[in-house]
């Protein structure tokens, strides 16, 4: 919790390498869009800035293509339902999740602050990448607050399930052309998005 890192050093943003296997497609597009809309406090600076909302659009959906198209890891598999006798909300609670975290059955977070929302998290994540996640969270997000619960595989499937209950959805990848692709791939170099991303 307590290692710092020096002025000069840049910030370890996410790995971005098997983005796709891990977040929702749609999420990724507007999420670069607006990252302060999607993720109010987010280190993530808004780096389409004064364009007009067509030019954002259009770069952020080639951004996103881009990163697409990196994807060398098959999307991790959905978990299998919980069985009677499971129960993520529970382990929610037990496992110490509300430390940072609103308590999910109380729909006023205000009487938490700074407790970190997790009410975007099934539009957010894939089912399966939400359990790879909450196994491993420093391996994608290396300067994350997220810490390594130690959960075993099944903890961190109860909890995605939880977590993304009804609200989450397993979009498909769609194949892009390579000149979006292209195009996306420019935008990631002039903006400097390789300075805080592998």
């Not at 808004?46 to 098959?74: F, N, P, Q, V, W």
């Not at 009487?111 to 009410?119: D, K």
């Not at 990848?173 to 791939?185: L, M, S």
Request: charged share 25%; glycine share 8%; hydrophobic share 35%.
């Amino acid at each position: 919790c307590h290692e710092g890192i020096s002025a000069s050093q840049p910030p370890f943003a996410p790995d971005l390498i098997h983005v796709g296997s891990r977040l929702n497609p749609d999420f990724i597009r507007s999420f670069i869009e607006a990252p302060q809309t999607h993720d109010p406090g987010t280190a993530m600076p808004d780096l389409l800035g004064d364009r007009d909302d067509k030019e954002r659009k259009e770069i952020a959906a080639s951004i996103t293509a881009y990163l697409l198209s990196l994807e060398t890891d098959e999307a991790t598999p959905a978990p299998a339902a919980a069985k009677e006798g499971e129960s993520g909300s529970e382990l929610y609670h037990e496992a110490g999740c509300v430390a940072c975290h609103t308590p999910l059955d109380q729909k006023d977070a205000s009487a938490h602050q700074g407790a970190v929302s997790l009410a975007h998290v099934g539009k957010k994540y894939r089912p399966g990448g939400l359990t790879a996640f909450l196994q491993e969270p420093l391996k994608t997000r290396p300067d994350g607050r997220m810490p390594d619960m130690k959960l075993s595989k099944r903890e961190a499937e109860l909890l995605s399930i939880f977590l993304i209950g009804d609200s989450g959805s397993e979009q498909k990848t769609e194949a892009n052309d390579g000149a979006v692709i292209a195009a996306g791939k420019k935008a990631f170099s002039e903006m400097r998005c390789a300075s805080c991303h592998d």
